[in-house]
């Protein structure tokens, strides 16, 4: 008995997939006689047409053998914030030496290249350095 095209309509009926129909063996006389589509969901809420669960993998459950990113992406967010920060408050420095006037805007701009090679680690740094060319 080939009752492939009552899957279809099943299939179509109740949205899931071919595969996953399954008729009860007991009821396969009222099946076989299912025209409409009103008698297949008849069928389905008596218990005559079954669904299958959904084979393979959840979502809920990982897959184990992922790669793994490692540490290096941590270590270079932190390197570039310590960079913004220091970078920041060094300008900043030289921008207020410039406006008292201790410095002259071509000094600034040599030092402002000094310290985006990372010449300087700390404003403290960047003082004595003044100090010691002044």
């Known amino acids: 008995m080939n009752l492939s095209r ?3 309509l099943a299939s179509k009926v109740l949205g899931v997939g071919k595969k996953r129909i399954l008729f009860v063996e007991e ?9 409409t589509r009103m008698d297949i969901q008849d069928l389905h809420k008596s ?3 079954k ?16 790669r793994r990113t490692g540490k290096i992406k941590c270590r270079v967010n932190n390197r570039k914030a310590e960079y913004v ?3 920041r408050k060094l300008r900043a420095f030289t921008r207020g030496m410039v406006r008292t006037g201790k410095i002259g805007k071509e ?3 040599e030092i ?6 990372r010449k300087f680690r700390s404003k403290r740094q960047l003082k004595e350095h003044l100090e010691n060319k002044l």
Do not use: F, P
Request: glycine letters at 4%; charged letters at 45%.
């Open 6 to 8: 009552k899957k279809e």
């Open 27 to 35: 009821n396969l006389s009222e099946i076989k006689e299912a025209i």
């Open 47 to 49: 218990g005559a047409i």
């Open 51 to 66: 669904i299958r669960e959904v084979a393979g993998r959840k979502k809920i459950v990982r897959r184990k053998n992922r």
């Open 85 to 87: 920060i220091i970078t």
């Open 107 to 109: 000094q600034n701009r």
């Open 112 to 117: 402002r290249k000094q310290i985006r090679s």
